[in-house]
């Protein structure tokens, strides 16, 4: 009977010091999850005075454009949103785009074409 009583308390014990995990492996308090810092985009560093250079793009290329709004401008020609607008009217003025939508916050223009007028 004491031979039972021995074997049946060494056992578990044994046992559980033979199981004991490494510390360094994977569990929930073990590691904290890494969060990103996103990604950044870098501040845009667009014109904001009109030159000779960049009159003569608008001249030349903004009447070629399908699609002319203040954002195409100050995307394809890296100019401030300000001289996009001073430019579109410039445009308009002259007859070389025409309007398609007139709203508060967006200003939609098109090519002239000859054959629609």
């Not at 990103?36 to 667009?46: L, M, P, T």
């Not at 009159?55 to 401030?80: A, C, G, H, W």
Request: glycine residues 6%.
């Amino acid at each position: 009977m004491v031979s039972r009583y021995i074997s049946c308390s060494v056992g578990p014990f044994l046992r559980a010091k033979a199981k004991t995990p490494a510390p360094s492996s994977g569990g929930k308090a073990a590691k904290k999850k890494k969060w990103s810092k996103g990604k950044v985009k870098d501040k845009a560093q667009h014109s904001v005075v009109l030159d000779k250079p960049t009159y003569d793009r608008i001249m030349k290329e903004v009447p070629t454009f399908r699609f002319i709004s203040q954002s195409i401008l100050i995307e394809r020609l890296k100019i401030n949103g300000s001289l996009a607008r001073v430019a579109i009217r410039h445009l308009e003025k002259e007859g070389t785009i025409k309007r398609i939508v007139h709203h508060s916050s967006q200003l939609v223009y098109t090519r002239v074409t000859t054959a629609s007028d």
